[in-house]
Every structure is written in structure tokens, then in C-alpha cells.
């Protein structure tokens, strides 16, 4: 008899992102679904990587990751946040983003604390806080402008408030944080033993001439966070899985132990090829622009439509209300739209836990201009 497992994620199944991804391509559909680029990275990083492949830069980096890379990154943050962070004690190198805050939760979070998580939100929240015992406390993202309400935070605190969790800009529907928030954040937290958790895998991605509020930028905010970074959506490489997590050297202590017996240390060749690439400072600060006319590009066409679009200042993502189209809920509407107009989207009633459906789909613009012109083409017809 084959043993059962008592599962540690009951209610989760398959999820809709794959659901879409197989539709997209058994239909032929362009997948404006998947957060992911369709063009290629740059050449020069493949080239560095390579070199230190052939330099036999290929057995296990120390379990903080390549000492320059961290020396790099926290030159770079002392550039950008004018934050000045110790290498040894305050970066750990990981496989990715979504490892980082899985790592900080798994750090951080006993059995029957609360964690207060704003919906929508990337799918990987919840689940990372259910399976450590942890309890989502989800408030909604004000709808449609999808802002914090924080006299709803105020009163979700609990003595069980372990955490709070923020993502700017926001995946699925490309809020940012303002000073405002950060002023909030920090009168809410003053005098709390609540960590936070700030996923800003979009640091870079952020538009309209808006600044990010990264918790960087904070130190009373930093000592209490974990940071989490992804170099994919720095460098158009999503399946590198390659990121970073900064913390207070008290709390990336304690990251540590959980991760140097998980991953313990990552990919060598492309952390020494970053070490050096992180230097060109415009290979970073040019990615707004560019990521901006794609999203204007995607916009503008769409205008044409009977979609109404709801504002976007960052990540990969444009979110649109489809009521002028279609009554059908919208995990109806995006199943029909890809099967019958070839265009995958994600219905974003998929990032709430009780699948709030406010007729809303996502669409992701970090495409050749060619892939979104022809699925604007498409939409055209709706
Ligand atoms: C909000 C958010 N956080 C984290 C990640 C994951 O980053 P990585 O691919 O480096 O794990 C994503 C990827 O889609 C994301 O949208």
C-alpha cells in the first residue's frame, strides 16, 4: 500500500497560469498571459557568463553567494537608495525571487502567526505562508485604482501579526507604493514586533517618472525586512531564477540557516558574470523606458477596444475592465477570448483568495512590439 500524504496545501491545484499557458498553446493563442519577455536577453551578459564558464568559474560558490556580486549589489543599492549595506552580513544570493520570500517566511514565521497579505497577489503568497503553519490575513487592494487602505491594516493587527507583505510595483495590476504608504507602513509598525516582507523584484520597472519606494531607502523600516530581488526581470532572463534577498544582519542570520540547507549556493558562471555586469549602471536604469513604450504601445492600440484600461506605473502588467464587452466572469472570459481570438490572458480574480471578480484580465506587455501589435490586431475584433 502506498502511504497517503497528509497534504500541507489542501486547496491547492492546478493553478490558472497553467491552465492558460497549455490553452495559449493548443490554440495557438499569443500569450499575453505568462509574466515572461519573448525577445532576447542581452548578448553581452550570455557572453560573460560564458567567459566564466571556459575560466572554470563551475564548482559551488560560498553559500552567501560570489563575494563580488554582493559587493556589487551593495554598491548599487548605496547608488541607488544611498543605503549603506555590509556584503558579509546583510546579502544572500538565491535561486530566484520567489525562493527569497518563501526563505524569509519559512525564517520568520511560526505556526499560528498571522501574516497580513494584500490581494491581488503574485499566487505564491499564500501558499508559502499556509505551508508554515502561518495564517494569510488578506485585505483587498482598493478597487480600481488598487491602493493600500491602511485603516484596514490598522484594524487586521492582532498581538498574532507577525509580518506584513508588500509588492511595488504590485503583480498583477502595477500599483506602486507612494511616501505616503511608507509613512503609514512606518507608524504602523514604530513600536510592533511585525517583520516585513517587500517583494521589489520590479525595482527596475517602474514608470511615468515615479521614484520606488524600495524599504531601502528606510532604515528604521530595513532593520525589521527582508528585500527580495530577482535578476530575470532585471536582465529579460525569467528562467535564470537568480535573485537576492537583503536584510538587517540580525534577521539574514537566521535567512541563512534556512537556505544553506535548501539551496545552499547558486549558479557560479552567471553570479561572476552579474558581479561585473551590475556595474554598467545604464544596463538597469534604461529598463523603465524601454518597458514603458511597450506598455504606452499596448495601450494606445487597445484604445481601439471596448476594453477600459485601469492604470499600470510598473512591473510587466496592465490590467483592463472588459464590462463594455462581456457579463461572463472572467475566468469565462479569458478561457473564450484565447480560444476563439487567440489571445491568452489571466483572469485577475486568480490572485484573490476568494476569487473577487471585479471583470478584470491581465495582460502582460514585456513583448516585441510585433507579438503586441498582432494580439492588439486581435483584440480589435472583440
Ligand atoms: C511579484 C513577483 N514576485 C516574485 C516573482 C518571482 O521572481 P523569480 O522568477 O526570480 O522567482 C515574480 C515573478 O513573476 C513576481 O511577479
Known amino acids: 500500500m502506498i502511504p497517503a500524504i497528509k497534504s500541507k496545501l489542501p486547496d491547492v491545484g492546478t493553478t490558472i497560469f497553467t491552465v492558460m499557458s497549455a490553452l495559449a498553446a493548443k490554440h495557438d493563442a499569443i500569450n499575453l ?7 532576447p536577453m542581452n548578448q553581452e551578459l550570455i557572453a560573460l557568463v560564458d567567459e566564466a564558464m571556459k575560466k572554470d568559474f563551475n564548482q559551488y560558490v560560498p553559500m552567501q553567494g560570489y563575494l563580488p556580486l554582493r559587493e556589487s549589489i551593495a554598491q548599487k543599492v548605496s547608488f541607488l537608495y544611498n543605503s549603506s549595506l555590509n556584503p558579509d552580513t546583510q546579502i544572500t544570493i538565491t535561486p530566484g525571487g520567489t525562493y527569497a520570500i518563501y526563505t524569509a517566511l519559512t525564517t520568520a514565521l511560526q505556526p499560528g502567526d ?37 485603516d484596514k491594516v490598522r484594524q487586521k493587527i492582532s498581538p498574532k501579526t507577525k509580518m506584513i507583505m508588500l509588492n511595488s510595483p504590485n503583480n498583477p495590476t502595477g500599483s506602486v507604493l507612494s511616501e505616503h504608504d511608507i509613512n503609514e507602513l512606518r507608524s504602523i509598525v514604530k513600536d510592533s514586533n511585525i517583520f516585513i516582507l517587500s517583494d521589489e523584484v520590479y525595482e527596475h520597472l517602474v514608470f511615468d517618472n515615479i521614484a520606488h519606494q524600495s524599504i531601502l531607502r528606510y532604515p528604521d523600516l530595513m532593520e525589521r525586512s527582508f528585500v527580495c530581488f530577482s535578476f530575470g526581470k532585471v536582465y529579460n532572463c525569467t528562467g535564470w531564477k537568480l535573485g ?35 556595474k554598467n549602471k545604464d544596463s538597469y536604469l534604461s529598463l523603465a523606458a524601454f518597458m514603458q513604450k511597450k506598455r504606452d504601445y499596448f495601450a494606445d492600440r487597445l484604445k481601439q477596444t471596448r476594453f477600459t484600461p485601469l492604470v499600470s506605473h510598473g512591473s510587466y502588467f496592465q490590467c483592463f475592465k472588459y464590462d463594455r464587452i462581456s457579463y461572463e466572469n ?39 512590439e510585433e507579438t503586441l501589435e498582432e494580439a492588439a490586431n486581435r483584440l480589435l475584433k472583440l
Open 33 to 39: 498571459g505568462q509574466g515572461f519577455p519573448d525577445f
Open 114 to 150: 498571522e501574516v497580513i497579505a494584500f490581494e491581488p497577489a503574485y499566487d505564491s503568497y499564500i501558499p508559502n505562508i499556509e505551508v508554515n503553519g502561518a495564517i494569510p490575513v488578506l485585505i483587498n487592494l482598493d478597487f480600481p485604482d488598487y491602493k493600500i487602505d491602511w
Open 244 to 278: 537576492y534577498c537583503i536584510s538587517s544582519p540580525a534577521l539574514m542570520a537566521e535567512f541563512r540557516k534556512v537556505h544553506q540547507f535548501n539551496c545552499f549556493s547558486c549558479h557560479s558562471p552567471s553570479q561572476v558574470a552579474l558581479s561585473a555586469f551590475l
Open 330 to 368: 472572467d475566468k469565462d472570459f479569458s478561457i473564450r477570448i484565447t480560444k476563439e481570438y487567440g489571445v491568452a490572458c489571466i483572469p485577475v480574480s486568480a490572485f484573490y483568495k476568494s476569487g473577487t471578480d471585479n471583470k478584470v484580465v491581465r495582460f502582460c506587455f514585456c513583448k516585441k
